[in-house]
């Protein structure tokens, strides 16, 4: 058996949408949930009634009834058997129904006849367009709820389907590195990547999410995926000189300067060009937290760096002790372990 599911609207002014996929050969459930304009279940007995007429012939050969299933939550459900459609160019559909004792045209729409492939759970054919903007050097993490009708009330039964996304260098391109899918909640499904992977990837490529089952695979979302940003390279070991000064006040640097003052020990006021001469600001706009400083014995992991525009740099180091150097020293830049 296959099933299908679909969410009517009841406006009394205009009939709703309602157009769905049938496989031909196979007995077919249609599941449908009535609701109000503000989204609240119908909880009344609408007595509806399907018409078909086929679109070959232009009659209509088909009634069908849609008994109430459960009038609280304003469900009704129809059963068509194996061969009771069989235009292979569809039918145009009409449901009927009872609103407050008056006969009213529900909805509207066609039904197209496809290949039977069996049992199916799946959603419509739908396909949700969702673009996404990720960040180099940044883990991605997306929440996706997924549903088994175009109108978002009838949640995907992920017991029955399995979720998976796939990011492509170009839309119907080649598959460049998959989502991690992992169920949240029962009908919510999270995809990560890590930075890593985040950084391999170009800064424009199209991505998938498909739903696979008993039912075949259909496709649920897709869009373009823009990247921004920039990656940092990460910290290159460097040995340079600078000469090392221990003032009682906070002085500024001079040039090719640390300045390791006994009232701030935990910040070590760096000058952007080393002793040599050197332009290393390069190197010191790279460093981060957790990255580390040697100077004699003594080596300091960076909590904070902060440019200067006189043209040097306030470090916060810790721990909070001056190394037992002094003079023209060379300094250890290493990246964290």
């Known amino acids: 058996m296959s099933t299908i599911t679909g969410t009517v609207y009841v406006n009394p002014i205009e009939p709703g949408p309602l157009s769905m996929r049938m496989p031909t050969g196979v007995e077919t459930r249609l599941n449908l949930t009535f609701l109000d304009q503000l989204s609240r279940p119908i909880s009344t007995d609408l007595l509806a009634q399907i018409e078909l007429t086929s679109r070959s012939r232009a009659n209509t050969p088909v009634w069908m009834a849609v008994p109430a299933t459960d009038i609280v939550n304003g469900k009704a459900t129809a059963v068509f058997a194996a061969n009771t459609l069989t235009d292979p160019n569809g039918y145009r559909l009409r449901l009927y129904g009872s609103v407050n004792g008056e006969g009213m045209l529900l909805a509207t729409g066609v039904v197209t006849l496809t290949e039977a492939i069996g049992r199916t759970d799946m959603p419509l054919d739908v396909i949700d367009s969702i673009d996404l903007t990720l960040e180099y050097d940044k883990p991605a993490l997306l929440d996706i709820t997924v549903w088994s009708d175009a109108s978002g009330s009838v949640p995907l039964d992920l017991t029955v389907a399995t979720i998976s996304a796939t990011i492509f260098d170009k839309k119907g391109g080649s598959g460049i590195m998959p989502f991690t899918v992992t169920p949240t909640a029962a009908n919510?499904?999270?995809?990560?990547?890590?930075?890593?992977?985040?950084?391999?990837?170009?800064?424009?490529?199209?991505?998938?999410?498909?739903?696979?089952?008993?039912?075949?695979?259909?496709?649920?979302?897709?869009?373009?995926?823009?990247?921004?940003?920039?990656?940092?390279?990460?910290l290159v070991t460097t040995t340079d000189s600078w000469d090392y000064v221990k003032p009682a006040t906070a002085d500024d640097p001079l040039t090719g300067q640390i300045v390791h003052c006994s009232i701030a020990q935990n910040v070590l006021r760096i000058s952007a060009l080393s002793q040599p001469g050197t332009d290393q600001m390069a190197l010191l706009n790279q460093l981060v937290p957790s990255d580390r400083i040697t100077i004699g014995a003594t080596t300091w992991t960076i909590i904070l760096t902060r440019y200067n525009d006189a043209g040097w740099f306030d470090v916060i180091v810790s721990p909070i002790a001056q190394d037992a150097a002094t003079g023209v020293v060379p300094v250890l830049f290493e990246a964290a372990l």
């Open 188 to 234: 919510v499904v999270q995809l990560t990547l890590a930075a890593e992977q985040v950084n391999q990837l170009p800064p424009a490529c199209w991505w998938s999410l498909v739903a696979s089952g008993t039912g075949g695979i259909i496709t649920l979302a897709e869009g373009n995926i823009t990247i921004s940003g920039s990656i940092d390279l990460p």
